[in-house]
């Protein structure tokens, strides 16, 4: 991916080497919160909007930023501001105004307005305080995978900031509010169609920064659609040695996801990422 000459975002917080305070609950517990949440109607403000994939461990990282820490950091700024032209535009020929997210660099764990938020539950969204949490540590549970490649990174991020597109365009108030009545495998179903709409608009990413400037570089493509399938449901349960169960999904197939990233990506159109229909 060609990022070195793109803009910084100055929408960047860098929380890393802080120390949280300590949570009284115990590991898992904002995984079980999302859970609780879209199971029992609760707080629907407050869910985490994570990619789907959660760290197998929480990373220690009390060592000083590394060199390349310092470069995942610039591209992480690159990818960010590159989202907010794209965004900026689509949101402006419609008539709206695109209110840019701060991405919250962290360490291990952090505050947010959805409780603590633990780097084992990897990258997520906030709607509550319309923040993307991110642990650069991510990037090697990606690589584990197969899901290795900036452009690849590049994907999650464009994802969590899909939600947040969802969250402006008021289809993530009304999904929590329809999932709070429903039985949980409708609620799952419903929560499959959000994170592929993110999918899709993470691909609408894509299509108009390479317009803008040229990002995709060979095998670029390649890269985010083996991300996208290394993060589908099916997948994850298969790696994880248990049988796939469709109506436990939350974040769609590989398939599905490969499929709504492409749409995404090939058309450029927020009218083509309609998972609802
Ligand atoms: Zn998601």
């Given at each position: ?260 990233f492409r749409r995404g990506l090939e058309t ?10």
């Amino acid at each position: 991916m060609r990022w070195r000459q793109g803009r910084r975002s100055a929408n960047v917080e860098d929380r890393r080497g802080r120390v949280a305070r300590r949570a009284t609950v115990g590991g898992g517990a904002v995984m079980l919160a999302l859970l609780a949440a879209l199971l029992l109607g609760q707080d629907p403000g407050k869910v985490l909007e994570t990619i789907g994939v959660s760290t197998q461990q929480v990373p220690q990282q009390t060592a000083p930023q590394t060199q390349q820490q310092d470069e995942l950091t610039e591209f992480v700024k690159v990818v960010l501001a590159d989202t907010e032209d794209v965004w900026h535009r689509i949101f402006t020929a419609s008539g709206a105004r695109y209110q840019e997210p701060t991405l919250v660099l962290y360490s291990d764990m952090t505050e947010t307005a959805c409780g603590y938020g633990q780097a084992a539950a990897g990258p997520f969204y906030c709607p509550a305080d319309q923040q993307v949490y991110l642990d650069l540590s991510f990037l090697r549970e990606l690589k584990r995978m197969g899901a290795s490649g900036d452009f690849a990174f590049a994907y999650v991020i464009a994802h969590e900031i899909g939600h947040h597109i969802q969250t402006l365009q008021g289809i993530a108030h009304q999904v929590r509010r329809a999932q709070s009545q429903m039985r949980r495998t409708d609620a799952n179903a419903l929560q499959v169609r959000m994170e592929l709409q993110a999918d899709c608009y993470a691909g609408i990413w894509a299509h108009h920064a390479h317009r803008q400037r040229q990002i995709l570089e060979r095998g670029d493509v390649d890269e985010g659609l083996q991300a996208a399938a290394a993060v589908g449901d099916d997948q994850i349960q298969r790696s994880a040695g248990r049988r796939v169960h469709p109506e436990s999904f939350t974040h769609g197939s590989s398939e599905q996801r490969v499929s709504w990233f492409r749409r995404g990506l090939e058309t450029g159109s927020v009218q083509t990422c309609d998972t609802f229909q």
